[in-house]
């Protein structure tokens, strides 16, 4: 199995995929506690929207980010190409 070699493009990508994943964790925590807030939860909704797009884009180029059915993979079979996400 031989790593692939990545492009700035794929580093940026994963960046904001993180960056989503930490507001989106922060509106939850804040929602928790504040379920009444419209203006946050109309930002959490825009936020996931976000980040679905920017995950199914980062997954069409770069391969699955999640396991056990969370993601496609493309024949073939995607999981053995190295590194994964969580690697880099």
Known sequence: MSEKQLDAQYYAKLLELQQLDFALVELTLYLDTHPNDLHALQQFNQLAQQRQQAAYQFEMQY?????????????????VETPWPWQV
Do not use: E, K, N, V
């Open 63 to 79: 391969g699955p980010l999640l396991q056990f059915g969370h993601s496609y993979s493309r024949f073939p079979w995607q999981w």
